[in-house]
């Protein structure tokens, strides 16, 4: 069947530190993978998008990598903030439709 | 810049009754995309129109439809309602020439009591 799994627990993590999040997916074969903020109660907000054919993406602070092999994007945040603290969510892409994944709470503590 | 606008915000409703979603895409967008999320879930996606004609349909019940007018703007309307479909239901737009980013609306919020 087909999955798409995010760290199912909440990320916990230190001021300054990178933060790390995990997309896996099984049967599926996007053609890009996009992750999105989401804070409670609000619509998510796009932040990046990376292609099949793309190993790597950044964009300040951001980092997205996107293993069509292992079927797998890491999401990186350097120099976290209290402010990143949010829900993150991946979503596959096909055409111009989406399906997301469950989401990783990230929590950064001054 | 202008957001994806959605009415209303927040919405009411007893089991059986209809409802009425809005969602006024950002100027110039020519895609609508329709999402469910249900308390702690992952949007669902629901349907989504490009140049007011239907282009992909997702798991929308049957009891819904939805449509694109000329203006671009989209309404959701939900009849028979279910305790079910208490949710918060998100627009999201998109300019089809420039690639596959969609942005969201804040969402409306359902309840159905």
């Known amino acids: 069947s087909q999955k798409i799994e995010q760290n199912s627990e909440a990320l916990n993590i230190q001021e300054g530190k990178t933060a790390t999040l995990t997309c896996n997916y099984t049967n599926y074969s996007p053609a890009y993978l996009q992750w999105y903020r989401q804070d409670p109660g609000r619509g998510p907000v796009f932040l990046l998008l990376i292609r099949e054919n793309e190993k790597e993406k950044r964009k300040e602070r951001l980092k997205v990598t996107f293993d069509t092999t292992l079927k797998q994007s890491l999401f990186h945040i350097t120099a976290s903030q209290p402010a990143d603290s949010a829900t993150y969510l991946c979503a596959l892409g096909y055409g111009n439709k989406l399906v997301f994944g469950a989401g990783t709470i990230l929590r950064v503590k001054s | 810049a202008a957001g994806v606008i959605q009415s209303p915000r927040h919405l009411i409703k007893e089991k059986r009754e209809t409802a009425t979603l809005k969602c006024y895409p950002i100027?110039?967008?020519?895609?609508v995309y329709w999402y469910q999320q249900g308390p702690g879930q992952d949007p669902q996606f629901l349907i989504s129109f490009y140049e007011k004609m239907q282009s992909d349909k997702g798991s929308i019940p049957d009891r819904f439809s939805a449509q694109q007018f000329s203006d671009y703007h989209s309404e959701l309307n939900m009849s028979s309602l279910e305790l079910g479909d208490s949710a918060l239901y998100f627009c999201a737009s998109s300019l089809r020439a420039s690639g596959e980013t969609q942005y969201f609306g804040p969402g409306t919020r359902l309840l159905v009591l």
């Open positions: 100027p110039r967008h020519d895609t």
